[in-house]
């Protein structure tokens, strides 16, 4: 089992930046698409973005032209890359295999407040 481990949340302003970091604790990681996540108070999980394997990726409507996803297979990383960032973006992140399976981490909180 491939063991995730979310890093780099925190408290910005409205505008602000963040870069998350999703570790894999096997090189299998390579091989499959890996997403963000987030998870609002209140709300349910929802899909932010993902990467295939070979490097495409997809961002959801709320987050296009602000967030991007990459990843270095070599360190088996994911990244996502936060710009312009609103308070609405406050929630939990986890990355997870897309789709997503297994259990889920604990996450990093991102917070987006004056």
């Known amino acids: 089992q491939v063991q995730l481990v979310e890093s780099g949340g925190g408290l910005v302003q409205p505008g602000g930046s963040l870069r998350l970091s999703c570790a894999a604790s096997?090189?299998?990681?390579?091989?499959?698409?890996m997403g963000w996540y987030r998870q609002a108070p209140g709300k349910q999980r929802e899909l932010v973005a993902h990467?295939?394997?070979?490097?495409?990726?997809n961002v959801a409507d709320s987050v296009k032209g602000r967030f991007t996803i990459s990843r270095d297979n070599a360190k088996n990383t994911v990244y996502l890359q936060m710009n312009s960032l609103k308070p609405e973006d406050t929630a939990n992140y986890y990355c997870?295999?897309?789709?997503?399976?297994?259990?889920w981490g604990q996450g990093t909180q991102v917070t987006v407040s004056s």
């Open positions: 096997r090189s299998i990681f390579s091989i499959y698409s």
């Open positions: 997870n295999i897309f789709p997503p399976a297994g259990s």
């Open positions: 990467i295939t394997s070979g490097g495409s990726t």
